[in-house]
């Protein structure tokens, strides 16, 4: 799809213009505004194995590094407090946040003392779904969310997974065994592996049916440079011409209506969150990986938490030495920021709401001062010429199919924009931190720009900063005209090798 090609390049060189480190001075996150919604994202930076394809800050763990870590995360969790901070949903990241499962606990039993928390989310891997943590998280956690990424298990040995955390049918009974324990059960997925075939994913979305899930998220896969080099020297090279594909099949094979007409076994929870129809995960209320949705703004605790708070966003520093110090001196631990500038607020706004499913265009004109289709008009023009959207008015935008596809490609790429930034904060390591996550071969990782000096932007900087931008606006004004010639000639890919997927699998499974 034409339409698609024009939009990744937009977005990248969208994100490539504000999402760049400058160096942080602040020792304190800004406090809260008052009637303002928070959520507390708490980063564990910890794992058994470094998988390839991760962005994420992670090391490998061990305990002497680990356990300090999480004191002085809970030291940073009462300086919020003392900020003036409350939340009422806390989502803990990794690494593996369940690496030290009674560091853990007693980490998430201060947060529920200090804050108004209603419901806690964290992440796990595959062999930690054992009796004895699920009884310590019961309670505790309402929403696990267990990274399966694939129950093939040649893509598991592919990615190192398979003799740490066991068979796909392995996987798929601690699954079924670990779900009645929390509200919502969540497994993630990712789609469009080098090595994944159509018959692959729809094994992939079969064991996700069987395996009781209440909730799973399949994520495109999306990796920054430097990942995607970590993943043609393990897995191959990604090939994102088949991507539409893919989500159509995943779409058709949870969604679509079962043989007798009654709805599919799933719903949507975001564009590629799927909630379980009759479970705790699925309604509007239902909580999903993707905590940008129902909170805007968010702090961020821990070692390469990402913090967005008004027009900035702030990188904590991807040093587990250099958090720890600075929490040991009584300060936090923010190592650069960007700050968004209108338009890029506004552009976060769409995608974000429209990455939910719908966007309140009543909203948008009282936060910003100008309708949608003043303030973002090519994006607006964009999306319409694709015929993305179902519903259109005054009120409120919602997406058709198409739409969400295009979602999905937007938000592929913010994230893949959101991996450079980390890549940004990875480069600053020293030493053997260094050594533990590049090897041997860090000496031939390209760095990345080190961060300007603060208030340093040059006019040859502002200068690219407008061809960006200028950039980025042809890109999409060529989107348009291809969207239109598109809709004109009727020309979207044939999909019904994911029709005929999905009806295969149906009528097998039911």
């Known amino acids: 799809m034409i339409s698609e090609r024009l939009l990744t390049q937009a977005v990248r060189l969208c994100t490539a213009n504000y999402l760049k480190l400058s160096p942080c001075e602040e020792s304190f996150m800004p406090a809260p505004e008052p009637g303002q919604r928070y959520m507390l994202y708490m980063h564990v930076p910890f794992c058994e194995r470094l998988c390839p394809y991760c962005s994420f800050n992670r090391f490998p763990f061990r305990e002497e590094r680990a356990k300090p870590y999480f004191e002085n995360m809970r030291k940073e969790m009462r300086m919020l407090k003392d900020l003036g901070y409350d ?42 779904l054992i009796p004895s943590y699920l009884e310590k998280l019961k309670g505790r956690v309402q929403r696990l969310s267990v990274g399966v990424q694939s129950f093939d298990d040649g893509l598991l040995k592919q990615m190192d997974r398979y003799d740490k955390y066991g068979s796909g049918q392995e996987i798929m009974e601690r699954i079924q065994e670990a779900s009645p324990y929390f509200t919502s ?120 938490g990402i913090t967005y708070l008004g027009s900035n966003l702030y990188v904590n520093t991807f040093s587990v030495n250099d958090y720890n110090a600075a929490l040991d001196a009584g300060r936090m631990s923010m190592m650069g920021k960007t700050t968004f500038s209108l338009h890029d607020r506004m552009r976060y706004r769409f995608m974000m709401q429209l990455f939910g499913l719908r966007l309140d265009k009543r909203q948008f004109e009282r936060d910003f001062g100008v309708s949608i289709e003043v303030g973002l008009p090519v994006e607006m023009a964009f999306m319409r010429a694709c015929g993305a959207f179902a519903t259109d008015n005054a009120d409120e935008l919602t997406l058709t199919p198409k739409g969400r596809y295009l979602v999905v490609v937007m938000m592929r790429q913010f994230f893949i924009g959101v991996n450079n930034l980390r890549d940004q904060a990875r480069a600053a390591l020293t030493g053997e931190e260094r050594e533990l996550i590049f090897g041997d071969g860090c000496k031939k990782e390209p760095a990345a720009a080190a961060p300007a000096a603060a208030g340093a932007t040059t006019d040859g900087a502002a200068s690219g900063e407008a061809e960006h931008e200028s950039v980025a606006y042809i890109k999409l004004e060529e989107a348009v005209a291809e969207a239109q010639a598109e809709a004109a000639a009727d020309a979207l890919e044939d999909a019904t090798a994911a029709h005929d997927a999905a009806a295969s699998f149906i009528a097998s499974a039911h």
Not at 87 to 110: A, H, R, W
């Open 185 to 304: 059960m969540n497994a993630d997925m990712i789609f469009n592996f080098p090595a994944q075939t159509e018959d692959i994913l729809i094994n992939d979305i079969e064991m996700v049916i069987r395996s009781g899930a209440s909730q799973t998220t399949f994520y495109p896969l999306m990796a920054s440079p430097a990942v995607e080099r970590s993943l043609a020297a393990t897995v191959g090279k990604v090939d994102y011409n088949r991507e539409r594909q893919f989500y159509e099949i995943i779409c058709d094979l949870l969604l679509g209506d079962l043989p007798d007409g009654r709805p599919g076994l799933f719903e949507l929870g975001s564009a590629w969150t799927f909630n379980r129809r009759g479970t705790g995960a699925a309604g509007e209320d239902a909580m999903i990986d993707e905590y940008v949705v129902d909170y805007e703004e968010y702090p961020a605790i821990g070692s390469g």
């Open 87 to 128: 939340f009422d949903s806390v989502y803990i990241g990794g690494g593996t946040p369940t690496i030290m499962i009674d560091e853990l606990c007693e980490t998430i039993d201060q947060a529920r003392d200090l804050f108004s928390i209603n419901e806690v989310s964290s992440e796990t891997n595959p062999n930690h």
